[in-house]
């Protein structure tokens, strides 16, 4: 792991935190009903994932308030949603998908492939033994097709695989029992039930650490490679799920320059800015990780994140068709619980008691060319 300072860091930015907190209080009292999404109109939408659960609190006002675009944080992952090969649980998503109808918002679908969060029963047959590439492109099929008409006309866009390529420096795709069980072909597969499904939804291959230079040049590869096919894919989804201390401006100016150049679209799909320095894989807690406090230089490092980051974002507007951050406030985020379980951690816009952060202010301070 990287080290990494924090106060180092702060001095070297040569911030001005007492006059920040100051400022941050006094503007958060002053009321303001032009939420994010009124801020980036000219832009592109801004998002939020969620639970039903939330959408039932106090959240819904402020995801009322703020957004114009909704995920569903899991409910339609492919555990939640199709349980049993013959059973699917439609309630938490179609509860999202009404309350998207009803407030008129928009509503992205995540994600219909992907390694994590799979139903026992999907790679094995009766015996659990594990089931033919035939069979298993039949139950994706069906999977797809199933969860894709539910929502046709509800749903604009779908991230239809996530996460295939691999982090290791000399692998491409990751090795899944997807890719063990049917290749490299499960991948394009996907994009075309998903376009059988709905042929007017706009289909998205997501992934992490996208700020890699070499993860970066494997998500080229492939989308490259399933537009010189032929295969319906509209764009790339950037989950960004950053830290203070990455991506620096000049990454993801590159970043997003890269990908731009794919001539799909982009959006950012799962946006958080954790206040700890970024780690990759879940450790134990250690005596460090005791101070889970925000801190007056965690913010200010976060705030250089986030102002950077939507800055670069109204740069590339021209490309990102969506921004969706990862959970509504800091009351809860999956932070919380990784990479170190149970360490808090503040990594959104929104206090844990619903408040505008400084980080707010921050995004929003810009003037319309
Ligand atoms: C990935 C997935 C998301 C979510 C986050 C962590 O980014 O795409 O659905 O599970 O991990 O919460």
């Known amino acids: ?84 090969m013959d059973r699917y649980n439609w309630r938490d998503a179609d509860s999202i998908a009404a309350f998207a109808q009803r407030h008129q918002l928009k509503l992205r679908g995540h994600t219909l492939c992907w390694h994590q969060q799979t139903p026992d029963w999907l790679f094995v047959d009766s015996s659990k033994q594990q089931v033919s590439r035939e069979e298993l492109l039949k139950r994706l099929k069906e999977h797809i097709t199933a969860v894709v008409s539910r929502y046709k006309g509800t749903i604009y866009a779908w991230d239809v695989v996530n996460e295939a390529i691999s982090d290791k420096p000399g692998e491409y795709l990751r090795n899944s029992p997807w890719f063990r069980i049917c290749g490299e072909e499960y991948i394009e597969a996907a994009f075309r039930y998903a376009h059988e499904a709905d042929p007017d939804a706009l289909l998205f291959y997501n992934d992490y650490n996208e700020i890699s230079p070499l993860k970066r040049a494997k998500i080229i590869r492939l989308v490259n490679s399933l537009k010189s096919k032929g295969v319906p894919i509209h764009g790339i989804g950037l989950q960004a799920h950053w830290a203070v201390n990455e991506p620096s ?121």
């Open 1 to 84: 792991m990287r080290s990494f300072n924090l106060f180092g860091l702060a001095a070297m930015a040569g911030l001005a935190i007492a006059c920040s907190w100051q400022c941050s209080s006094t503007r958060s009292q002053a009321a303001s009903d032009k939420g994010l999404k009124d801020h980036y109109r000219d832009y592109f939408p801004v998002g939020v994932a969620v639970s039903p659960r939330a959408l039932k609190t106090d959240e819904a006002a402020l995801v009322l308030r703020e957004f114009n675009s909704l995920t569903a944080e899991n409910a339609m992952k492919m555990a939640p949603i199709h349980p049993a």
């Open 249 to 369: 401006y000049g990454q993801l100016d590159s970043t997003l320059r890269e990908f731009s150049l794919t001539g799909l679209k982009l959006q950012i799909t799962e946006l958080d800015i954790s206040v700890y320095a970024k780690e990759h894989d879940a450790r134990a807690r250690q005596a460090s990780d005791t101070d889970t406090s925000f801190s007056a230089q965690k913010a200010q490092l976060q705030q250089q994140r986030y102002r950077e980051a939507f800055q670069l974002f109204r740069k590339y507007k021209r490309h990102i068709t969506g921004v969706t951050f990862w959970n509504i406030s800091d009351r809860y985020s999956w932070l919380d619980n990784f990479p170190v379980r149970n360490r808090k951690d503040h990594p959104l816009l929104f206090n844990a008691n619903l408040q505008r952060k400084q980080a707010w202010w921050d995004v929003v301070d810009f003037k319309t060319p």
